[in-house]
């Protein structure tokens, strides 16, 4: 007897043992992945740098003459190129060519670029180059860079060369939106422009990334940390996927949860890249499926004027799915939203669920008879009231469940016996033969 217990109480133990083993390795699952990432990426960072060395003396310099008549021209500093770079005139049709030379030149300096580039960032001033070769681009007043850690302890020295501000607006495409928030859920979350810099910063930032040493990481993680732009975690998150791929998510995730809780406001002078500055955040959650915010972007959904916010509607129904049908419902019985477009954009997020959700559908046969009676007899059929309903049931059938596709086609049969419009009929029944070629194809291939 005595014997069994000793046995029963070391399989207790080693029940035990195992319990605790197999909890810590998966605890720690992340940790050795996140080990991992950083070893191969040390290893690829030490070949890089071996490269660089090999390179650096067959790099092109510039050469820059002192005003002295007579002296003998120099290789010019870090420092003077950051000058010739804030001296751009809008007025040369060569600008961007220019600022594109003088760009790559810093790279070409490698890591001795970076302590210059890293002073000139914390002055927390900006040049806009993309609208440089624009004849109709005007001057504008000194502009400082609002928000981040930072943002409000260190003062804008700004940009002056002989008395002239060169700070300049964005013109054309890529000047003011539409003022109404919820315009932004119908537009695609915006991306960083890979051909050309919009602005000074942004233009440095691609720099420190293309030197992309060891210290040119620090200094991307130390912007990450501190900038108060979303354009500018947009382009962190690019470059630092690019020199450590998946070694920094967390810290672009925090960073981007950070600013979307509390961005500085958009104003008139506000830059063109910082107008859409929502756009880039939410395009990140989006990209990394973050559901961390997605309590935080609720309560942001309708804003302290009661209009909708259309990049927290289009980050949620993207990262939520039918999961967000009951927070879409709510808003859209909330009575403070009282705007059309607004309420167009919300019911838009619904029918997204037709043939998913049950109260989908009931708004969906609401919205058609709300087109319908908007009909004139006797007068051309108006497509426009009923493109919302007729849009969402042919919406994204090509990956629709079999189940789903059904109870759409159940909605167009209760719509053809509602209405019995010949004009709508017509629609109806190439709809309905889409949806059945679609569920066919669903079928055969072996069903969802």
Do not use: C
């Not at 942001?300 to 209009?307: F, V």
């Amino acid at each position: 007897m005595k014997n069994v217990i000793l046995m029963l109480a070391a399989a207790a133990v080693a029940s035990g043992a195992t319990y605790w083993l197999v909890s810590a390795d998966k605890s720690s699952d992340k940790e050795k992945a996140t080990a991992e990432l950083a070893r191969k990426h040390e290893t690829t960072q030490a070949g890089m740098r071996n490269e660089l060395n090999a390179a650096k003396a067959q790099r092109p310099v510039i050469i820059t003459v002192d005003g002295n008549e007579g002296e003998t021209p120099r290789v010019a500093t870090v420092e003077d190129i950051l000058t010739r770079l804030q001296e751009l005139n809008s007025g040369d049709k060569r600008v961007k060519r220019r600022a594109v030379y003088y760009l790559e030149s810093l790279v070409d300096r490698g890591d001795a670029a970076l302590p210059a580039i890293a002073e000139f960032l914390e002055q927390n001033v900006d040049l806009e180059l993309q609208s440089l070769g624009d004849p109709k681009s005007q001057p504008a007043k000194e502009q400082k860079i609002k928000g981040g850690k930072d943002g409000d302890k260190k003062e804008a020295k700004g940009i002056v060369k002989n008395g002239a501000k060169k700070l300049v607006k964005g013109s054309g495409k890529e000047g003011k939106q539409p003022t109404a928030a919820a315009w932004n859920y119908f537009r695609p979350f915006p991306k960083p422009n890979d051909s050309f810099p919009a602005t000074l910063r942004l233009g440095l930032l691609e720099v420190v990334t293309a030197i992309g040493s060891t210290q040119a990481e620090k200094l991307l993680l130390k912007i990450l940390e501190n900038t108060g732009r979303g354009v500018e975690v947009a382009y962190l998150e690019i470059a630092l996927q690019d020199i450590a791929r998946d070694l920094y998510v967390d810290e672009i995730l925090e960073a981007t949860r950070r600013l979307l809780a509390a961005l500085p406001p958009v104003t008139d002078d506000s830059m063109a890249v910082d107008r859409r500055a929502k756009g880039y955040l939410y395009a990140i959650l989006v990209k990394y499926k973050d559901l961390v915010f997605v309590d935080t972007a609720k309560t942001l959904l309708i804003t302290a004027d009661g209009r909708l916010d259309g990049d927290v509607l289009r980050y949620l129904r993207q990262v939520l799915g039918a999961d967000a049908m009951p927070v879409f419902h709510d808003v859209m019985s909330d009575e403070r939203l009282t705007d059309e477009l607004d309420r167009y954009a919300i019911r838009d997020a619904i029918l997204r669920q037709v043939g998913t959700d049950a109260q989908a559908d009931v708004l969906l046969m609401q919205t058609a008879r709300e087109g319908m009676a908007q009909q004139v007899e006797g007068e051309a059929f108006r497509w426009g009231p009923m493109k919302l309903p007729l849009s969402a049931l042919m919406q994204g059938i090509d990956e629709a469940p079999a189940q789903n596709i059904a109870n759409r086609r159940e909605l167009i049969e209760n719509l053809r016996e509602e209405f019995d419009h010949p004009q709508l009929n017509g629609a109806l029944n190439k709809m309905d033969a889409g949806l059945e070629a679609a569920q066919q194809g669903v079928i055969q291939g072996g069903g969802k």
